[in-house]
């Protein structure tokens, strides 16, 4: 009964075939860091989950002994579970945890689950970690070694595991950061236009727009937007850059990318509700700045849906 436990938290049934193996060491680093660093570290911010998801998990009947209990384990099953899939280190546990984790949101939370034939990618991750449970760690692992009791022996050229391991590493684990720096051009005035999706009609309207943006002292700058046709719908906003760059605000940096024109793209992720019927939904913030103009795009995507699409764009230049 215990060499059939070890067997079954540290085991896999792929083999030693080595390509094979190679593969599927690219398949676990892939499943393991994207859902740790896009989905549990974000949620690290706090020992408890974040108030957005609480709600998400006592909206799915998860509330004994509490909502933030399960959404604090489902967090933490995200960042550290995708870790340990990462390194090979309890695979399966690991894979079956967010397995169900993924069951929960693609047959329970939709309205009309698709068992076979959903293209949602919260399916595609729950049919991944079912994958990954079931051939178990692989040959390049940890679980290996502590099957085992040696060091593992890899066969596959060191230079070859190790330029997939920085590959990976560059392109799931570097974070993205601005600087108060990067928004310093935008300050002054600016005029333009907002094209906005109404919800009621399902048209785009435009209106005239007019901006300000004020750099303030430490990582901080306002914002503001002026409607010469629409008076009651001006307003101002305060964004501050946290420590690391990481976060403007509540709204996570997750592209920045210097433009061929000398100017600058940014892509902020927030969480929130829109609609009508106010539905959670993923937000992201599109900024393109450069020389003399800027534009803001806010794109929508609800929960449950594939695609993201057009909210509202500003476009402007300088006044």
């Known amino acids: 009964m215990k060499a059939q436990l070890r067997q079954f938290f540290f085991g896999s049934n792929l083999g030693d075939n080595t390509i ?11 499943m393991g860091l994207s859902i740790a660093v896009h989905a549990g570290w974000p949620k690290m911010n706090a020992i408890a989950a974040p108030g957005w998801f609480t709600e998400q998990v006592a909206g799915l009947g998860f509330t004994f002994p509490s909502p933030g209990f399960w959404a604090a ?5 995200e960042f550290a579970g995708g870790i340990c899939i ?5 695979t399966r546990f690991a894979s079956l945890q967010l397995a169900f984790q993924f069951f929960v949101i693609s047959f329970l939370w939709y309205d009309k689950p698709e068992p076979l034939s959903g293209m949602y990618f919260q399916q595609t991750l729950f049919w991944g970690y079912v994958l990954l449970a079931v051939g178990g760690s692989g040959r390049f692992a940890m679980d290996r070694v502590i099957l085992s009791r040696r060091k593992l022996a890899i066969s596959l050229p060191a230079k070859a595991v190790a330029a997939s391991l920085l590959l990976l590493a560059g392109t799931g684990l570097h974070a993205q950061t601005v600087t108060k720096k990067d928004f ?4 002054g005035q600016w005029k333009g236009t907002l094209t906005y999706l109404d919800y009621t009609s399902n048209k785009e309207e435009t209106i005239k727009a007019k901006a300000i943006v004020e750099v303030k002292k430490g990582n901080a700058f306002t914002l503001g937007f002026y409607y010469t046709n629409e008076p009651k719908k001006n307003g101002r906003d305060r964004y501050r850059i946290n420590t690391d760059g990481t976060m403007i605000n509540d709204m996570k940096v997750i592209e920045r990318t210097p433009q061929p024109d000398g100017g600058l793209k940014i892509v902020l992720e927030s969480r929130g509700k829109d609609g009508n019927d106010f539905k959670p939904a993923t937000f992201h913030h599109v900024l393109l700045i ?17 695609n993201f699409f057009r909210r509202n764009e500003y476009l402007f230049t300088r006044n």
């Open 20 to 30: 094979l193996n190679t593969g599927w060491l690219l398949f676990r680093l892939h």
């Open 184 to 187: 310093t051009v935008l300050e």
């Open 86 to 90: 990462a390194l090979g280190l309890l």
């Open 73 to 77: 384990m489902a967090s933490w099953g």
């Open 290 to 306: 450069g020389p003399g103009k800027f534009s803001m795009t806010k794109l929508v995507r609800f929960d449950g849906e594939a």
